[in-house]
C-alpha cells in the first residue's frame, strides 16, 4: 500500500508522533489504517468489541501518561463504544478515536451522526476535510486530546481513503506539557489562610502526582507542620512516610477521618475534589480549603474554596515553601508523636471483623491476601461496586500513576478492559484486575484479548453470584434481595477455555497457588474469589 494515501498517511503521522500502540476492532472504515500502521512498525491490539478496544487505549493512556489511541469502524463502531468514551471523557484521559464518516450512499445502513454522538459523551470531532490536511489534522487531533484532556473523534471520510495525500511529517509537533507558574499575589493570598492555620493537612490527587511533585509536597508538609493524604487517584503517593494519613474521604480509614476531622485547614494540589475525596461535601466544612491546580476551570468545581492558586503543584509548592522559610514561619504541632505512633501501630487486619465461612471468604481479608501474594512493582485497575471499598483500602502500588479505577462514569463492566489496556503498557510488570461478577461478566470475553496478547495479567473476579450493591439497596427498601442473585457459569471453566488459567478462591489459603501461578507465569489468570451477598462491608453511594 502507498503511503501517501490518506490511510497511509494517518498511519505514518501517529508514528511519527511517537504513538506505538492502537486498540481497535478491524471495519471498513480503518481497516487500512491499521494494516498501515502495523507496516509502520506499530503495534495494534485487537479488542472483541469497541466499548472494550476504547477502555483499553482508556487506560494504557492513563497508566502511561501519554495520549490514548484506538480505532472503530463507522456506525455501530461508534455507537457500540459509546460507554467507554464518555468513562474516557468524565476520567479526563487524552484520547483520539481514528473512525470515519459512511459512504456518501443514500440509505446507508450504518449512517450515523458523528459531531451529534460525541458532543453530549463530552467528546470533541476532527474531520479530514481535504487529503493534503491529513497530517496536520491528525496531530491536530492528538494535540487537542492533551490540552483537553479528553476523548477527540478523528473523522477520515471513507471517500478520502484512498485519495492520493501529501506525504511527510505535519507542520505541526506535539506541544510538551509545561509547568504553570503561579500568579504571586494568589500565592499570598493562598500562604496567608496556611500562615494563620494551627492543624493543617496537605492533600494530593492525581494531578500533583503527575507533576512529580511528592518531594516539594513532603517538604512544604514538614515546614507547615501538616499531616499529608492523597485522593484515591493519587493513593499511595506517600506511602511510608510517617505521617501519611492514606487516601481521604469515603474511603478513609479511622485515624485519617479522626485527624482531617480535627483540622482547621486543608491545601489541595491536584486534586478535583468530588464528592468522595470531600466526604460529600464535609471536607470544606468548619475548615479553610485552598486548592491548587494548573487549570484554573477546576478552582471550586468540586467544592467551596477559601483561596485558589492556577499553577503546576511542585512549583507552588517549592514557592510556598521559600516563602514560608524567608517568613520564619513555625510548624504547627499538628505532626504530634501520638499521630505518627497512631499511624504506625494502624494493622489493616484489626480495623474489623473477619467474616469468612467454610465457602466464602471476607473480601477484606481476600484483598489483604491479595496485596502480599503479588509481586509489589504492579500495576492495579478496578471495575466499580460495593467491593471496591476494600479493594481501595487494602490494595496498594508503588506509585499512583499505576492505579485506576474505570468508575468516572458509575459503570460496570469496563473493568476487564481496563486492565487488559494496562497491562499492555506495562513493559511485562504483573497487571492485576478487580472486578465484580457482574462486570466482570460483561466485559469477561476480553480475557481471550489478554490470552492473544499472552499478557501477565491476573483477573480478580469478587463473585457473590448477585449484583451487590442492587441486593443492598433491595434489602434497604424492604424488597427481598434475592431478587439480585443470577447464576453464572464457572468464572475458571471460562477462562481455561478461552486458553487463560483459572482458579477459585473460598479461604486464605487458596491464594498461595495465586503466587505459584505468577511465580511461574502461568497467565492470564483469572481468580474467582466467592464472597457471601448478605456481607455488607461498607457504603460508599
Known amino acids: 500500500m502507498s503511503d501517501h494515501t490518506v490511510h497511509g498517511v494517518v498511519a505514518a503521522t501517529l508514528r511519527a508522533l511517537d504513538v506505538d500502540t492502537v486498540f481497535g476492532v478491524l471495519g471498513d472504515a480503518n481497516m487500512l489504517v491499521v494494516a498501515d500502521f502495523l507496516a509502520a512498525g506499530g503495534r495494534y491490539v485487537g479488542a472483541v468489541d469497541e466499548r472494550g478496544a476504547v477502555q483499553m487505549a482508556d487506560v494504557h493512556a492513563r497508566v502511561r501518561d501519554a495520549v490514548g489511541v484506538a480505532t472503530v469502524t463507522h456506525g455501530p463502531g461508534i455507537t457500540n463504544a459509546l460507554t467507554a468514551i464518555v468513562e474516557a471523557a468524565r476520567a479526563r484521559t487524552p484520547l483520539v478515536i481514528v473512525t470515519g464518516d459512511t459512504p456518501a450512499i443514500p440509505g446507508y445502513l450504518q449512517q450515523v451522526d458523528i459531531a451529534g454522538i460525541a458532543a453530549p459523551a463530552g467528546a470533541r470531532v476532527r474531520r479530514i476535510l481535504h487529503p493534503d490536511h491529513t497530517a496536520d489534522e491528525v496531530a491536530a487531533a492528538l494535540q487537542e486530546a492533551l490540552a483537553v484532556r479528553g476523548p477527540v473523534l478523528l473523522d477520515m471520510p471513507y471517500e478520502l481513503h484512498r485519495e492520493a495525500a501529501a506525504p511527510g511529517p505535519p507542520a505541526r509537533r506535539l506541544g510538551a506539557p509545561q509547568a504553570v507558574r503561579p500568579d504571586e499575589d494568589a500565592v499570598d493570598t493562598a500562604l496567608g489562610v496556611l500562615a494563620a492555620a494551627r492543624r493543617p493537612v496537605v492533600l494530593a490527587g492525581r494531578g500533583a502526582a503527575r507533576s512529580g511533585a511528592r518531594a516539594a509536597l513532603l517538604e512544604l508538609a514538614e515546614v507547615l507542620g501538616a499531616p499529608v493524604a492523597t485522593t484515591l487517584l493519587g493513593r499511595d503517593l506517600f506511602r511510608g512516610e510517617p505521617f501519611d494519613l492514606g487516601v481521604v474521604g469515603t474511603v478513609a480509614h479511622d485515624v485519617a477521618i479522626e485527624t482531617v476531622a480535627a483540622a482547621d485547614c486543608v491545601i489541595a494540589f491536584g486534586a478535583g475534589l468530588n464528592r468522595y475525596t470531600t466526604a460529600h461535601g464535609s471536607l470544606g466544612e468548619g475548615r479553610a480549603l485552598v486548592q491548587v491546580d494548573a487549570d484554573p476551570a477546576r478552582l471550586g468545581r468540586g467544592a467551596p474554596i477559601t483561596a485558589g492558586v492556577v499553577g503546576d503543584a511542585a512549583v507552588v509548592a517549592r514557592s510556598m515553601t521559600a516563602l514560608l522559610r524567608e517568613a520564619d514561619h513555625a510548624p504547627s504541632g499538628f505532626r504530634s508523636a501520638t499521630l505518627r505512633d497512631r499511624l504506625a501501630a494502624r494493622e489493616s487486619r484489626a480495623g474489623y471483623i473477619d467474616v469468612s465461612t467454610e465457602d466464602t471468604i471476607d473480601v477484606r481479608t481476600a484483598m489483604i491476601a491479595l496485596d502480599e501474594v503479588l509481586?509489589?512493582?504492579?500495576?492495579?485497575?478496578?471495575?466499580?461496586?460495593?467491593?471496591?471499598?476494600?479493594?481501595?483500602?487494602?490494595?496498594?502500588?508503588?506509585?499512583?500513576?499505576?492505579?485506576?479505577?474505570?468508575?468516572?462514569?458509575?459503570?460496570?463492566?469496563?473493568?476487564?478492559?481496563?486492565?487488559?489496556?494496562?497491562?499492555?503498557?506495562?513493559?511485562?510488570?504483573?497487571?492485576?484486575?478487580?472486578?465484580?461478577?457482574?462486570?466482570?461478566?460483561?466485559?469477561?470475553?476480553e480475557f481471550s484479548t489478554a490470552v492473544r496478547e499472552q499478557l501477565p495479567l491476573v483477573l480478580a473476579v469478587v463473585n457473590d453470584g448477585c449484583y451487590g450493591a442492587e441486593w443492598d439497596r433491595l434489602e434497604d427498601f424492604g424488597v427481598d434481595p434475592t431478587l439480585s442473585l443470577i447464576r453464572w457459569p464457572d468464572f475458571g471453566d471460562l477462562a481455561r477455555a478461552m486458553g487463560g488459567h483459572g482458579l477459585t478462591v473460598r479461604r486464605v489459603t487458596d491464594f498461595d497457588a495465586v503466587g505459584e501461578h505468577v511465580g511461574d507465569g502461568r497467565l492470564p489468570l483469572l481468580v474467582d474469589i466467592r464472597i457471601d451477598p448478605a456481607v455488607r462491608i461498607g457504603d460508599i453511594r
Open 375 to 445: 509481586p509489589a512493582d504492579r500495576t492495579v485497575v478496578t471495575d466499580v461496586g460495593r467491593y471496591v471499598l476494600a479493594t481501595w483500602q487494602h490494595v496498594h502500588v508503588a506509585e499512583p500513576l499505576r492505579f485506576t479505577h474505570t468508575g468516572a462514569f458509575g459503570s460496570i463492566g469496563l473493568g476487564v478492559a481496563g486492565a487488559v489496556g494496562a497491562a499492555v503498557a506495562g513493559g511485562g510488570r504483573t497487571t492485576l484486575g478487580i472486578v465484580g461478577d457482574g462486570g466482570g461478566m460483561m466485559g469477561l470475553l
